[in-house]
Nanobody, 125 residues
Framework: QVPLVESGGGSVQPGGSLRLSCAAS????????MAWFRQIPGQEREGVAS???????DYSDSVKGRLTISPDNDKNTLYLQMNNLKPEDTGTYYC???????????????????WGQGTQVTVSS
């Protein structure tokens, strides 16, 4: 199990923004494929974005253009900037890491992850 700490969730109105954070160890940040997943009530857990140690990013079609994944190399933290949020984005967001190649959302979906507590995002008017 790779220790990761998610934070940054909250409640926003439709059209609002949030930035989620995933704090990792330096080793994880430098060497692992990291990804954000979300669990929307009534749906299967969905991979939304991945970030490789070499800096490659990948997004699911459902979030492309609204969510941006980015690193803070000094803080060993991976961010998920979420803009133009919609009520259907409501759910629990999780950060995971694994040694997979290629580092893509589809590849990370095939891995059995140990899920942390996640961070709750609620989009409602």
């Amino acid at each position: 199990q790779v220790p990761l700490v998610e934070s940054g969730g909250g409640s926003v109105q439709p059209g609002g923004s949030l930035r989620l954070s995933c704090a990792a160890s330096a080793n994880t940040f430098r060497n692992y494929c990291m990804a954000w997943f979300r669990q929307i009530p009534g749906q299967e857990r969905e991979g939304v974005a991945s970030f490789s140690s070499s800096g490659s990013v990948d997004y699911s079609d459902s979030v492309k253009g609204r969510l941006t994944i980015s690193p803070d190399n000094d803080k060993n933290t991976l961010y998920l900037q979420m803009n133009n949020l919609k009520p259907e984005d409501t759910g629990t967001y999780y950060c995971v890491a694994s040694l997979v190649s290629p580092c893509k959302v589809a590849t990370m979906k095939l891995v059995t992850h140990s899920w942390g507590q996640g961070t709750q995002v609620t989009v409602s008017s």
